[in-house]
């Protein structure tokens, strides 16, 4: 476990008491430079985390990239007994439909 998710552990389950700011001043004087150091490494590998963080629920880490040409959606009106048997024929109906209708497209010269 690294510091940074020990931190936010701690912090979750109320383990951490926030300071006054003449409180923080009174502890960071009695640290040694050692101490001191350390606290700042851990302070910074903190805030690069939170930057991640952040940057990740932004979307510009999540996802899948984006698709040159990604598919429309469109209305298109069906029978009742032709959508009955297209919705009949489990997940991804829709999927074969396009295929389907592709195929037709490539053999008349449309596409």
């Known amino acids: 476990m690294t510091i940074v998710s020990a931190k936010l ?6 383990n951490i008491k926030r300071l ?12 040694s430079k050692k101490q001191l150091a350390a606290f700042r490494r851990e302070d910074e ?6 930057l991640n963080i952040k940057k990740f629920r932004r979307g510009s880490v999540l996802g899948r990239p984006k698709k ?7 209305n298109i009106r069906f029978d009742h007994d032709v959508a009955c048997a ?3 024929l489990g997940r991804g109906w ?11 497209l490539v053999r008349s010269g449309a596409l």
């Open 86 to 88: 297209l919705r009949s």
């Open 45 to 50: 590998e903190y805030e690069a985390s939170f």
């Open 20 to 31: 006054s700011m003449k409180e923080a001043k009174a502890a960071v004087s009695k640290m």
């Open 94 to 104: 829709s999927t074969r439909v396009n295929d389907a209708m592709r195929k037709v």
């Open 68 to 74: 040159d040409f990604p598919k429309e959606k469109i």
């Open 9 to 14: 552990k701690d912090i979750r389950a109320g």
